[in-house]
């Protein structure tokens, strides 16, 4: 390991630069918050979605729970049809961060747990999306965080060295995994200060 800082900035993109939140989308369907979470803990759980994160097909992936529910099959189908209602804007500060970041030469890369057609209509409606210097979206590659393999194809494909990165997500787990690799990390929770978080390790935007 090198106590060296680095060089170029790694991000997340699920709630670190949007607001994803199913209960964006669900709020609008049930009048009952009891009867929402009990949807989304029992029927559109947080394990069946990221099996669309691996690369599962949303028809199957739809297909499966209206079998097992049928009689949520339209709260269900609201998952795929209505997804990007799921995703309420972006984190201002960390978005407007990343345009400095690049405005000033830092090079900037995206790991993200992200069902690939979705990730291609994001891209749609965010195109800031597009500006990275490589990305890896789990679910063209069938690779989850915090795998390692999923870190270690960035490094590979696009070059890198793990001690010259900062890698930034929300999720505890895969900020380990982004350390086990030899990256260092931050873990995002607002309200931080994610700028100032990035100076202390010598990158200033």
């Not at 964006?24 to 099996?51: H, K, Q």
């Not at 979705?118 to 890896?136: A, V, W």
Request: proline share 5%; glycine share 6%.
């Amino acid at each position: 390991m090198t106590d060296r800082n680095p060089t170029t900035v790694v991000f997340d993109v699920g709630n670190v630069l949007l607001r994803w939140d199913p209960r964006n989308l669900y709020r609008s369907i049930f009048t009952d918050e009891n009867e929402m979470e009990w949807f989304l803990a029992t029927v559109c759980t947080g394990p069946w979605n990221l099996e669309q994160d691996r690369g599962r097909d949303w028809d199957e992936a739809v297909a499966l729970l209206v079998k097992d529910f049928p009689d949520h099959e339209t709260s269900i189908r609201a998952f795929h049809d209505r997804w990007e209602e799921t995703v309420s804007g972006t984190i201002e500060e960390n978005v407007a961060l990343l345009e400095r970041l690049r405005n000033a030469g830092v090079p900037n890369y995206c790991i993200t747990n992200f069902s690939a057609p979705k990730f291609t209509l994001s891209k749609k409606r965010f195109p800031f999306l597009d500006g990275f210097d490589g990305t890896i979206v789990s679910g063209d590659e069938r690779l989850l965080k915090p795998e390692p393999a999923i870190y270690n194809l960035l490094l590979d494909r696009y070059g890198l060295t793990a001690a010259d990165c900062i890698f930034i997500d929300d999720s505890k787990a895969n900020v380990e995994g982004a350390r086990a690799v030899g990256m260092k990390a931050i873990h995002f929770l607002e309200p931080m200060d994610l700028a100032a978080e990035l100076r202390r390790y010598g990158i200033a935007a």
